[in-house]
């Protein structure tokens, strides 16, 4: 057996430093695994509602307690700054404490009808395998996990190869607190393997997919075959649009989170800035300082505004946008090697079909654009394939309502960069996915709504 082909080298991004070496499961793994959370799923799914509470609920507690060294292996892994680590664990902790607080209240209706009364139930699926990326690895595992065991199913969870530490961090503290055997497994090993195998195995009832958009479109079709239940987190290519009435120095503080939070490898990331022409010049001249003075260092730092980015590969494809078709007008500062840095780049397009603003970039270059007036701006920001989230920044209230309910896009925010957390729907329109993540919708991805109709005479 060859001992590089079946280990996954981890990677320090910001120093290129190997952290450790972990076996890479394959299919055979894939294959136990499933079986094994078949089995389990027997007794899970009749483990009281408040018994599966309170385990959640302990895994939510491990999750906080531990939340330094979590985060630390995560800035360590992706290469994020340590700050954002620790809101994101915040967040892992939050997402279980949410969803302990549904499994007592996955009720059904009561629909009287002729001659009767129907009954209707939300049932758990079985086993569900969940796929995941190498941006936010614990965040993205968690609003899995935590709805899906909440309501009864078993998991198994490939995380991305790149990423795979905090997973297997969680698999072990779910244990220690209490999830009885095989209920939730994480395989670390590549998609081509362990992903395609979940996808396709007949015994495996639902996919939950965060990924490329690309390799969701393979899931879909490779799920077809056994009319398998999917959810598709996938890219993005959103907008944030800054009218000139707007307060222009939030909105250019706001800014660079936006598009450059995680080095740009965020599906959120609102890497098309329209700035309505009035106002171009203001905006610009304020934002570019703000992406001039950005902290880009070590992770580890907890003044650190952004770190590297994964891989080598994943720069050069990055550097490929600031081609013939881009002019830069501003850029930050970056370390120099080792680490696969990048600095915060800010360009305008010169011409309209520049992949800078077509393609998702999934780095730290930001695009802006000119529009003039409310329908213009929609019409840019809805010029693309994606629809995953945005921003509108105005004083104007009914503009705000109006143009967000224009914008074909699942999750936006108004006079915010932000707009995902724990309480509340998440996810995309058309070619950014299937289904919502997070809040009480959740639920209905990871159950089976049955109908039982009770004849009463
Ligand atoms: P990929 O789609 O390449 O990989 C995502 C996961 O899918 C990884 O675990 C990967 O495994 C696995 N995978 C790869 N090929 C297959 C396959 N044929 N069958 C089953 N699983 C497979 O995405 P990245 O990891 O490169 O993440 C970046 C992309 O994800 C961006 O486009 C981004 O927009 C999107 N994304 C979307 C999010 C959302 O919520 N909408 C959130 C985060 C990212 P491995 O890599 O280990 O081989």
Partial sequence: MDPVADSIEVIDPSTEQVITRLPAAGVEHADRAVARAKAAFATWRNVTAGDRATILRRVGVAVEEQAVSLAQLESRNVGKPISDALGEVGMVAATFAYYAGSPERLTGKTIPVPGGVNVTFKEPMGVVGLITPWNFPLAIASWGVAPALAAGNTVVLKPAQLTPLTAIELERIALEAGLPEGVFQVLAGPGSLVGERLVEHPDVAKI??????????????RASETIKRVTLELGGKSANIVFADADLEQAAAAAPGAVFGNAGQDCCARSRILVERSAMDDFLGLFSANVAAMKVGDPMDKATEMGPLITAEHRSKV???MDDDTTVVARGTAPDGPGFWF????VTPNSPG????????FGPIACVLPFDGEEEAISIANDTVYGLSGSIWTENGARALRVARALEAGTLSVNSNWSV???????GFKQS??????GPDALDYYTELKNVYIATG
Avoid: H
């Avoid at 939950?208 to 079709?221: H, L, N, P, Q």
């Avoid at 996915?433 to 997070?438: T, W």
């Fill in 421 to 427: 957390r724990v309480a509340t729907p998440y996810g």
């Fill in 433 to 438: 996915g299937i289904g919502r993540a997070l």
């Fill in 343 to 346: 600095a915060p780049t800010v």
């Fill in 354 to 361: 520049a992949r800078a603003v077509t393609e998702e970039i």
């Fill in 319 to 321: 550097a490929s946008f």
């Fill in 208 to 221: 939950g997919f965060t990924g490329s958009t690309e390799v969701g479109k393979r899931i879909s079709i």
